[in-house]
């Protein structure tokens, strides 16, 4: 099977899945292939071209809930149809390591979704990959030390030449690692699907700026998703808005260290939005003789909770919004953040303006 041009589409907040995909095309450009390196959303939103002769597409992303990240889920069904080209899918995972030992992340069901979709689509896929990259989802932990992430991705360089390699010989690379990860992620589908359903909205709204906050408007500037908004009478403050998918990219990027996950706020919102809304609403109409009673038992019961749930979340966090523009209620939940303690994570080699200029 001979090939002539790689197109890697990748997401990337803090530069881990950009880092692999400059990897995949330097090890293609060795090999005399042409290389394109696009962010999905820019390359969604251009409307690729059908693939021609001698196209091998790739799509890169990190893991998210134990699966694909919604933006990747868009643009495999948004993609043109293959035609019987050939597409490859490498999922980043949270890597760590203690000591000596290097402990695997998980992808879960990320990659064998997004080629599921593309196989439907025509494409004929080749591998799949799950990747440990440096963990950068620092709003739940503190930024690994700088031995950690270089080891992390001194061990990841090779794996992913040798996976594109293979391809580019003609063979197929479905390890039985990757089998391993989907089985575990279907064990853990409900978590994935819970996040895609609410997780990914929850943790949106855990974002403030604190008082270190220099209005300069960087995160809402440089948002992938343009899921960051300037708001407010001077000095304005970031506001997140629902199309955030917790990408890392503001937190890991702020010259100031100003942006924080706020974990006493988080406890708060979960009580907002888990409040039974619905079910109340049920009983008064079962008491009015509206509807049958049993209703309020029922699955569709969730369904009914989903929306009240996400204006809970809306409303709940634009009161936070407004209250922490007050520079000791401000300084009460900086205070009462992990984050506000923990070390700042983005790839060591990846700019602010590479990510942005490939997403443009």
């Given at each position: 099977?001979?090939?002539?041009r790689?197109?890697c589409?990748?997401?990337?907040?803090?530069?881990?899945?950009?880092r692999?995909?400059q990897?995949l095309?330097a090890?293609a450009?060795a090999?005399?292939l042409?290389?394109?390196l696009?962010?999905?959303?820019s390359?969604?939103?251009?409307?690729l071209a059908?693939p021609?002769?001698?196209?091998?597409?790739?799509?890169?992303?990190?893991?998210?809930?134990f699966?694909a990240?919604?933006?990747?889920?868009r643009?495999?069904?948004?993609a043109?149809?293959?035609?019987?080209a050939?597409?490859f899918v490498?999922a980043?995972?949270?890597?760590?390591k203690?000591?000596?030992?290097?402990?695997p992340g998980l992808?879960?069901?990320?990659?064998?979704?997004?080629?599921?979709?593309l196989?439907?689509?025509?494409?004929r896929?080749?591998?799949v990959?799950?990747?440990?990259?440096?963990?950068?989802w620092i709003?739940?932990?503190?930024?690994?030390?700088?031995?950690?992430?270089?080891?992390i991705?001194?061990?990841?360089h090779?794996?992913?030449?040798k996976f594109?390699?293979?391809?580019l010989?003609?063979h197929?690379?479905?390890g039985?690692?990757?089998w391993?990860?989907?089985?575990l992620g279907?064990v853990?589908l409900?978590?994935s699907?819970?996040?895609l359903?609410m997780?990914?909205?929850f943790?949106a709204?855990?974002?403030?700026?604190?008082?270190r906050c220099?209005?300069?408007?960087?995160?809402?500037?440089?948002?992938?998703?343009?899921?960051?908004?300037?708001?407010?009478?001077?000095?304005?403050?970031?506001y997140?808005t629902?199309?955030?998918?917790s990408c890392?990219?503001?937190?890991?990027?702020?010259?100031?260290?100003?942006?924080?996950?706020?974990?006493?706020?988080?406890?708060?919102?979960?009580?907002?939005?888990t409040?039974?809304?619905?079910?109340?609403?049920l009983?008064a109409?079962a008491?009015?003789?509206?509807?049958?009673?049993?209703?309020?038992?029922s699955?569709?019961?969730?369904?009914?909770?989903?929306?009240?749930?996400?204006?809970?979340?809306a409303?709940a966090?634009?009161?936070?919004?407004?209250?922490?523009r007050?520079?000791?209620?401000n300084?009460?939940?900086?205070l009462?953040?992990?984050?506000h303690?923990?070390?700042?994570?983005?790839?060591?080699?990846?700019?602010?303006k590479?990510?942005v200029?490939e997403?443009?």
């Open positions: 099977m001979s090939f002539t790689l197109h589409f990748f997401m990337s907040g803090t530069g881990n899945t950009r692999v995909a990897w095309a090890v450009r090999r005399g042409e290389t394109q696009a962010e999905v959303e390359a969604r939103r251009a409307k059908p021609e002769n001698g196209d091998l597409f790739g799509v890169l992303m990190p893991t998210h809930g699966t990240p919604w933006p990747v889920i643009f495999a069904l948004r043109p149809r293959g035609r019987s050939a597409a490498v980043t995972r949270a890597g760590t203690l000591g000596r030992f290097f402990l992808e879960g069901t990320a990659c064998y979704l997004v080629a599921l979709i196989a439907l689509k025509g494409w896929v080749r591998g990959l799950g990747l440990d990259m440096p963990s950068n709003a739940a932990h503190p930024g690994l030390n700088g031995a950690c992430v270089a080891a991705i001194t061990k990841a090779p794996t992913a030449e594109l390699g293979d391809i010989d003609g197929r690379r479905f039985a690692g990757s391993v990860s989907l089985t279907l853990l409900q978590i699907l819970g996040y359903l997780g990914r909205f943790l709204r855990l974002f403030f700026a604190n008082n220099t209005s300069c408007g960087l995160c809402a500037c440089n948002c992938p998703f343009g899921a960051l908004k300037m708001r407010g009478r001077k000095p304005q403050r970031p997140w629902f199309a955030c998918e890392m990219r503001c937190m890991g990027f702020c010259p100031e260290g100003a942006i924080e996950a706020g974990h006493s706020w988080a406890i708060a919102l979960y009580f907002a939005i409040a039974p809304f619905a079910w109340w609403l009983k109409g008491q009015a003789a509206c509807w049958p009673a049993p209703i309020a038992g699955r569709a019961l969730f369904w009914l909770q989903y929306p009240f749930s996400l204006l809970a979340l409303v966090y634009a009161g936070f919004w407004l209250l922490v007050v520079r000791w209620i300084e009460l939940f900086t009462t953040t992990f984050t303690r923990w070390r700042r994570y983005h790839e060591p080699g990846t700019t602010l590479a990510l200029d997403h443009r």
